[in-house]
């Protein structure tokens, strides 16, 4: 195995200093379910691995009316999906969390690894993609937030730079009237990639429907926005002929690759078929908001 340098800082300041000193030879230690993965098959190799696992207040799930929902860097994709927090204001990342790997990699596995890892088939991205998260980073030259919608660029890549950390997820406080819902479609269901994924989000007025998003896994380069079909939407009730003809959009947004899990074909068609049922069950779900028991 590839020989490197193993740091442990303390704190969130000193991660960063370290992060500073050593930029694009270091690479940044969470749960380490991607990166062992990648240093033992040589495909990273740093000199210097950093690791954030003893930086205590990175740990937390917080979340208040006014400013939404904060997950910081440590927290782990199982605390994710079993968050008291999560499952009331945000069901659908609880969902998606729940989908990923088994119980024991989500146990060990980050919610920020898996946005900075930036895999086209991370589970947890188009959930969070249709909750309006923002990444907050923090480098040498102070901190910044990023929307996810403009976080990733390619596989594996996204606008970090080198010398800085992820810090926390945030996420806008859910609008009354709003109902979402994640599918993964994967060949076998627990332990495997999804072949493609569909998150939607439907908020209604009445019927009406006053705000939709969609986000699509495994079928781009990045996770994307379908934004013609979430145009198509909004200013009508959801009815199943309007989840048809925002599928056949959500369809012509998805550029899919051929590859071990599925042929570029049969993805865009689940795409069309995903999306329909995630978008009338979303509604399903906005609708029943506030007469659940
Ligand atoms: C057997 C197995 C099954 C898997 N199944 C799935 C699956 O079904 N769905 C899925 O989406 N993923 C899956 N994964 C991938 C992986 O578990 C997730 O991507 C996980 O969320 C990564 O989190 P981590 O904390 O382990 O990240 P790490 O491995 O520690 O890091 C991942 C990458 O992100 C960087 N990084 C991590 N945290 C930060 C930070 N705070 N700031 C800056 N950079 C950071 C690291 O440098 C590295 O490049 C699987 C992995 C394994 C081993």
């Known amino acids: 195995m590839h020989r490197f340098d193993y740091l442990e800082p303390a704190t969130l300041s000193e991660a ?37 696992g003893r930086v205590a207040d990175l740990r937390y799930i917080r979340y208040d009316s006014r400013d939404g929902l904060r997950i ?15 499952r009331k204001h945000y069901p659908v990342l609880a969902e998606a969390a729940g989908t990923l790997a088994s119980v024991q990699i989500r146990n060990l596995a980050t919610l920020a690894g898996n946005v900075c890892r930036a895999s086209p088939s991370g589970d947890t991205l188009p959930a969070l993609l249709v909750l309006d998260a923002e990444a907050r980073l923090v480098g040498p030259s ?59 989000l439907v908020a209604l007025d009445g019927e009406t429907c006053v705000d939709a998003r969609i986000a699509l896994g495994a079928v781009a380069p990045t996770p994307i926005r379908a934004l013609a079909a979430e145009e198509q939407l909004v200013g009508r009730p959801i009815t199943p002929d309007a989840a048809e003809a925002a599928a056949d959009l959500a369809q012509a947004a998805a550029r899919p690759i051929t590859d071990v899990r599925g042929t570029a074909p049969y993805r865009r068609r689940m795409v069309h078929v995903l999306t329909r049922r995630c978008i009338l069950r979303a509604a399903e779900l906005a609708q029943s908001q506030g007469r659940l028991p």
């Open 16 to 52: 960063v200093a370290l992060l500073a000193q050593h930029g694009a030879r270091a690479r940044v230690l969470a749960g380490g379910t991607d990166l062992l993965t990648a240093l033992k098959e040589g495909w990273e190799r740093p000199d210097w691995v950093l690791s954030i």
């Open 72 to 86: 910081g860097a440590l927290a782990t994709v199982r605390e994710v999906e079993t968050s008291p927090l999560v």
């Open 142 to 200: 102070g901190e910044r937030r990023v929307p996810l919608a403009r976080f990733f660029v390619g596989p594996g890549r996204t606008v970090m730079e080198p010398t800085e950390l992820l810090a926390e997820l945030v996420l806008p406080p859910p609008r009354p009237g709003t109902g979402a819902h994640y599918i993964k479609h994967s060949l076998r269901r627990a332990m495997d990639l999804a072949v493609v994924g569909v998150a939607a």
